[in-house]
DNA sequence: CGAACGCTTGACACTCTTCAAGACATGTGG
DNA sequence: CCACATGTCTTGAAGAGTGTCAAGCGTTCG
């Protein structure tokens, strides 16, 4: 407690001040929410950073992860591969997300760096051993891991029942919500699709070329406007909400009204 | 330690036998294999008991849930009504399954009794008191949820680029694997599956008329054998699997072969 | 310059949804 | 007992939306 009223300013998990930390705006799931100045110094001498070059393999399913900790930068995705060749991708790893789970020893899935990816943590062993010891952060860690799979659950309604335009507008409402400060959520925002129309088809269970079509089709309606191949501006995300929340425009709806 | 080898035959958690434990075939993921004796004591005044019609709803989402537990009997659904009329099912509570979230006041979702459904556990508030005092009963409680975020994860899978058919195998199977004992895996095994078709549709993301086509559709071809209209005769569980996992019998597949 | 890669676009086939009608089972009231 | 209503399930026909296959464009990199 007054250690960290005396040096309130810094971050002790960071060594640096916390306005140098490259994911203070959007970590709100990482470890920089869950570890404290006060749990650090047993897990000092465990710190581990990795970095990754984009398309590597950051772990495969069966394998141990590297550590548990935070991507500080770069996208990354979390997907398991069928039996015969499609692949799924269940959740985009982006900046300030929780990387890892506390007394897993190995992933039940791949992931992979979609970018460069720059990771921070801990040794999984020494956290889960110094883990056990906190309850304060073991119920931190516990609310993450529920917001993941509530988000999860969500997802699967983001996917469910929907058209392909559907679920690439609310894949892009997501990304906005993201990568825009929530003071310019009414106006003009840009987005960065970061991911190829492959990979945006692996993740929303489309194929790349419906991908392509779509993205063109909403641009030719004015929803969206091309910056570079992979980033677009939003001129109305309201818009863009309405219609990837059943804005049918009247014909062509894959859901169905209940009621009369 | 010594209690616990006293009276290694009872379970106080229910306060009979294990033999009497209703759940005790499928409870892996339950609060039974969380508590434990020594769990238990400062809890002994704070057990919820509770159950449910069909249909009854017991809790809606941004509601508290009546208790953190265990589904003792009965079938229950976790699911969201999207902005129209549009439901989609992202659990089915079985019997053994968890029931509640530690440290969270609110749902997220909507849970629904499709059949009459018998829960039992303990009010939110004392859990939690209790459960940040004992590190321990954390660690288990994180294993199931970080079991049910793979799970989610995993369903994301099942629902994704996949035919209807093929998402109906893969429900199918993880109930016949889920009802039968796996001894009985390759023998013909039977497959009770409760819900309507209607409410099998919101699990699957289709219409109720597509299930009913295609659960006919494999009764014609001999996969499955109609018992009542909820059940069904699996003759060959491992001919399920193959359909589920890709078997497309040559044209229409929706799955896209990656390689030459 | 050619190869590799990502992206776009077209034509066609197929699955699924949609709308509609009817079958079957169950329960209620006359 | 029948008529009737209700809810669940089945089945048919038509159209919309995607998948599939194929060809071509643009950029990058050796």
Redesign the interface.
Known sequence: MRKRAIRAERNTFTGKTVADCPTRGACRRGLCICVTDEDLDPLRHHEVRRSYVPGERIALSGQPLPCIGTVESGIAT?S?T?????R?I??LLQPGDLLG????RAS??DLEAVTRVEIRGFAPGAFDQF??????L??R???I??R???D??????I???RTARQKLAGFLVHLALRQNTPSSKRDTCVVDLTLSREQLADLL???FETVSRHLNGMTRDRILRPVTRRVFEVPDLQALVRLA??DTGGAGCR?????P
């Open positions: 979390i398991r069928q039996d015969r060749g499609t799924q269940v959740r789970r506390p007394w897993r039940r899935f883990l056990s010891q906190s309850p304060e073991q119920a860690m516990m609310r891991v529920q993941d799979l509530d999860a659950r969500a997802w699967l309604g996917l469910g029942r269970s489309l194929t929340n059943q859901t169905r009204v209940s009621g």
